[in-house]
């Protein structure tokens, strides 16, 4: 199977989820708005979300087009990919658990988000930095021991090194791109609290070393953290 992706190619966001699943998986896909030529680009991006005779439009990227079937949303899109993948196993009740991982990752997203723009979307941080300052010290004090000490206590319970155990899934690339954005954002942050989580860290560190998503990191395809997607670095947010 030839996948393709569709996501804004200048920053990580969402898309990078999916990235990193493809990537480990050495799967066939197209980051299509990453190539040039026709049929690709940020112009194919958007004239797919336009079009309106799509029966099943999904809402916003990522979507990834396999065939003739399209999937939206990155939880869905990794729920359809982990077992054609072998990134999850194919008992029904794992696949959930799994998913419902992904979706609380989903949840800790929009939180990480909302600390740089917790007014709207459409304003810049700049025009909420007040709100932005108030909103960020109660995520760092209280919504990242919550969220980091619930993937500490699966860790714990699966028996590790993976959130399920001994089998490698999805989700731990999930994991690692968490801890690799909040030390982006958060640099400060997770120096001091990052002791508090050791599992969690150690599989960020053995999601590194996997053979192809180390040669990832290294390539060009690895787009560099900055300040237009998910996780953004203000100094100010971080003291």
Not at 75 to 94: F, H, M, N, Q, W
Not at 174 to 191: I, K, N, W
Request: hydrophobic letters at 40%.
């Amino acid at each position: 199977m030839r996948y393709e992706l569709y996501y804004w190619p200048s920053i990580q966001g969402r898309g990078e989820f999916v990235r990193l699943a493809l990537e480990d998986a050495a799967a066939v896909y197209v980051d299509v708005a990453r190539r040039s030529g026709r049929g690709y680009g940020i112009a194919a991006l958007e004239r797919f979300l336009e079009n309106r005779s799509v029966a099943k439009p999904p809402f916003a990227p990522p979507y990834l087009k396999a065939g003739d079937l399209i999937v939206g949303q990155t939880a869905a899109i990794l729920l359809y990919l982990g077992p054609r993948l072998d990134l999850v196993p194919k008992t029904e009740s794992t696949r959930l658990w799994v998913h419902q991982l992904q979706l609380t990752v989903s949840d800790f997203l929009v939180e990480i988000h909302d600390t740089h723009h917790p007014i709207a979307s459409s304003l810049y941080y700049r025009q909420q930095k007040e709100e932005a300052l108030r909103r960020t010290r109660y995520f760092r004090r209280e919504r990242v021991p919550k969220f980091l000490g619930y993937f500490e206590s699966v860790l714990r319970q699966s028996g590790g090194p993976y959130l399920l155990g001994r089998r490698f899934s999805y989700v731990d690339l999930s994991m690692f791109q968490l801890v690799e954005g909040l030390r982006y954002a958060f640099p400060r942050t997770m120096a001091r609290s990052e002791r508090a989580y050791p599992r969690l860290i150690a599989l960020h560190g053995k999601v590194a070393s996997r053979p192809n998503i180390a040669r990832y990191l290294a390539s060009e395809r690895r787009i560099p953290f900055n300040e237009y997607g998910i996780f953004r670095h203000y100094p100010e947010l971080d003291r």
